[in-house]
């Protein structure tokens, strides 16, 4: 049955057999029943971040913190998911990632310290992130 000599196979599903039984699929509640699986799997290339290494090199020459590098690879999707050199950037992006508020605002002074961004600060707004010299060849990063 399976190629790996040290796994019994049978024995194993001899035991899935003995503890969960046989799966009833008609039993199965009405809303299982109707998801549709997806058509069309989500492709390895989005999985990927495309950053020129000139920006990388230049986060490293800078020294920036870790969080920061971070920050700066999450504004950098943002950017070409909007197609857009300005975005904003909400803490509820970053809290999957477990950045707080905290982090967002020192990572910003650091990146924004350095020249790799600008931004503009409204009270009681999400900061507008501005990527700098993605403009260079008139290339924005979505390009």
């Not at 910003?108 to 260079?136: D, F, H, S, W």
């Amino acid at each position: 049955m399976g190629n790996d000599p040290d796994i019994n196979y049978e024995a194993f599903i001899e035991n899935c057999w003995e503890t969960y039984g046989e799966v009833d699929f008609l039993s199965l509640p009405e809303e299982e029943m109707s998801k549709k699986i997806p058509s069309v799997p989500i492709s390895a290339s989005q999985a990927f971040l495309s950053i020129p290494w000139h920006r990388i090199q230049a986060l490293r020459k800078a020294r920036v913190p870790l969080v920061g590098v971070y920050i700066y690879m999450i504004l950098w999707r943002l950017s070409r998911m909007r197609k857009q050199c300005t975005v904003p950037l909400s803490s509820a992006v970053l809290a999957p990632f477990g950045f707080e508020r905290w982090d967002k605002a020192r990572a910003l002074a650091c990146l924004e310290r350095v020249g790799l961004i600008q931004v503009a600060r409204q009270r009681g707004k999400n900061p507008l992130v501005t990527l700098c010299g993605e403009q260079e060849n008139g290339r924005a990063p979505h390009q």
